[in-house]
T-cell receptor, first 112, second 113 residues
């Protein structure tokens, strides 16, 4: 099983550029999450989804957008990149209830 | 508000020794789960152990065990016979009836040869 996959692994953006971070899971999980992890820090929730067509904001949604048109995919869009968005981004999914989250390998994004 | 606190930013332990990482949480919920995740230098988040709040028995997974004190809202992780591969960032996490996990800020553990 591939689990949760994320692309790209690394990306450098210039200030003001936009990009989409891709996340796909093959476990038929309903719940999907986007987190950011700043250096030496914990995880902060950006957006989450409880199923296709349903998304909601987490702690730090400003500057980001998401969509969930299928169960498998949960892309994260960065509009007008800023240096404050330099971080490692993790996508995660879980089936429901109190199940564990399964994490992707992360995308390291640098905005200069 | 639900919170998770890890008060030890960094710890070190000699190989083969035992170390305990602390975690406290705050919630008014009665049903919830607690988790410890490990993040090695590869950045991949890996589940170490989980504890159901309704279970009094402490969870154990090989060299990893927890000390779950529900009344004190404490959930510490004990690593026995520490190995070099245990060097990682460890995160305590909580989930209740909402869809969202609450993560602590992490404890960086270094196992010394």
């Amino acid at each position: 099983n591939a689990g949760v996959t994320q692309t790209p692994k690394f990306r450098i953006l210039k200030i003001g550029q936009s990009m989409t971070l891709q996340c796909t899971q093959d476990m038929n999980h309903n719940y999907m999450y986007w987190y950011r992890q700043d250096p030496g820090m914990g995880l902060k929730l950006i957006y989450y989804s409880v199923g296709a067509g349903i998304t909601d904001k987490g702690e730090v949604p400003n500057g980001y957008n998401v969509s969930r048109s299928t169960t498998e995919d949960f892309p994260l869009r960065l509009e007008l990149a800023a240096p404050s968005q330099t971080s490692v981004y993790f996508c995660a999914s879980r089936s429901g209830g109190y199940d564990e989250q399964y994490f992707g390998p992360g995308t390291r994004l640098t905005v200069t | 508000a639900q919170t998770v606190t890890q008060s030890q930013p960094e710890m070190s332990v000699q190989e083969a020794e035992t170390v305990t990482l602390s975690c406290t949480y705050d919630t008014s919920e009665n049903n919830y789960y607690l988790f410890w995740y490990k993040q090695p230098p590869s950045r991949q988040m890996i589940l170490v152990i989980r504890q159901e709040a309704y279970k009094q028995q402490n969870a154990t997974e090989n060299r990893f065990s927890v000390n779950f004190q529900k009344a004190a809202k404490s959930f510490s992780l004990k690593i026995s016979d520490s190995q070099l591969g245990d060097t990682a960032m460890y995160f305590c996490a909580f989930i209740s009836g909402t869809y969202k996990y609450i993560f602590g800020t992490g404890t960086r553990l270094k196992v010394l040869a």
